[in-house]
């Protein structure tokens, strides 16, 4: 019968002693020919294992401070539950343990615990109370799994909780993870495609977020707004769509002076081919003028491509691209109708004859109707002259 891990070398011994305890009881160390010294020596070098190893799973090998149980084939995590040391480190990498269960890390001890790694061990889920016992654990290292989700609480619980690695693993989204104490948090590799809205709400003290080499082709800037303490963003290597969306991303980003562009950016275009988009000094030449006829098209003259632009668009994004449309439309006047001097001169020319024209008749025809009238005054007309000298005279006077 195999033996388990989980026995300890102090559990063997004690079979040991019964055993020999019982033969002698028995008379039967007559088939024994080592004689009471050498039982005594063999007693001895047992008790030296057992003082070196007490506690220590048996496939492990233990420290002061740590438990190391790095490609040992486990398949499950091994019980602490006898240890005699204070194991600020448990290592259990290289493993192929696919569930860490809520009582995987539940024993006597289990408050001295700072690190915890699991890294290339084939796990596949974790359970939301996984780790909940291990009230001072400062970093856990997940990276090299086969994790696609993890729960959005099982670090809720602790508080003193520093670093999260959960790189190299298979996520679409990145996870919303809980934690008011999580500093850094690198999900690199991972196949991330998507962040949604609100993801980084629930890390407040974050201040360093590891997203490169990724399948980011866009982020809404939106999502940064609420990281106050955040100083760092690692977005290097990631396949960014070639469009305005971008470059508002890495103007918005240099803003806030979130990212250090010591290498250029690159994005994708409809070749596939990676060309340079934006550097440390800005956006490049030609992506900025392309950029910035596509807003004045886009405002004015193609409508319907706007409003197709503007559905593939979401809420923060359409805010950024109206906000830039009405800047760029109120520092440059709209173009003025202009023609070319020759046109200029006929048009002239022609509005000048009309008008001679025009005037010509109109004045010939009153200048014959005038002179063939025949004028005599009326007697009201007479009256009316009268009246306006008689008031002439009267008010002279």
Request: net charge negative; with cysteine; glycine share 4%.
């Amino acid at each position: 019968m195999e033996m388990r891990p989980e026995i300890s070398v102090a559990s063997s011994t004690a079979v040991f002693f019964y055993v020999i305890s019982r033969l002698k009881n028995a008379a039967d160390l007559v088939y024994f020919s080592l004689g009471d010294k050498m039982i005594h020596i063999v007693l001895l070098i047992l008790v030296l294992l057992t003082e070196t190893h007490a506690g220590c799973p048996l496939i492990c090998n233990c420290t002061e401070n740590s438990i190391n149980c790095v490609s040992k084939n486990l398949e499950k995590v091994p019980s602490f539950e006898s240890l005699d040391n204070n194991p600020l480190i448990i290592d259990l990498s290289g493993n192929s343990i696919s569930l860490i269960g809520m009582d995987h890390f539940s024993f006597d001890k289990s408050e001295e615990v700072k690190e915890v790694f699991l890294n290339n061990s084939g796990v596949v889920a974790i359970e939301e109370a996984a780790f909940e016992e291990l009230e001072n654990l400062q970093e856990l290292y997940l990276s090299d799994n086969l994790l696609n989700a993890v729960p959005e609480n099982f670090l809720i619980h602790n508080e003193n909780m520093v670093l999260l690695d959960l790189s190299t693993n298979y996520f679409t989204d990145m996870p919303k993870i809980k934690s008011k104490s999580l500093e850094v948090f690198t999900i690199a590799s991972s196949g991330v495609s998507n962040i949604p809205n609100g993801a980084l709400d629930g890390l407040p003290n974050l201040r360093i977020l590891l997203l490169s080499q990724n399948n980011l082709k866009t982020i809404n800037p939106v999502i940064f707004d609420r990281m106050s303490n955040l100083f760092f963003i690692s977005v290097a290597f990631n396949p960014w769509d070639c469009n305005c969306k971008t470059i508002k991303l890495f103007d918005y980003l240099m803003e806030k002076r979130f990212v250090d562009l010591t290498e250029t950016v690159q994005c994708r275009n409809e070749n596939r081919m990676f060309v340079d988009i934006y550097r440390e000094d800005g956006v490049v030449a030609a992506f900025k003028d392309q950029c910035d006829n596509f807003v004045i098209m886009a405002e004015s003259e193609e409508p319907k491509e706007m409003e197709i632009s503007l559905k593939n668009l979401d809420v923060g994004d359409s805010e950024v691209l109206t906000t830039a449309t009405s800047e760029k439309l109120s520092e440059e006047p709209a173009p003025d109708i202009y023609f070319s001097d020759f046109s200029y001169i006929v048009i002239l020319g022609i509005s000048v004859f009309l008008s001679l024209l025009t005037g010509g008749v109109c004045g010939s025809y009153l200048t014959f109707r005038y002179m063939k009238r025949n004028i005599t005054p009326t007697e009201s007309t007479k009256e009316l002259l009268c009246r306006l000298e008689d008031n002439v005279v009267r008010y002279s006077f």
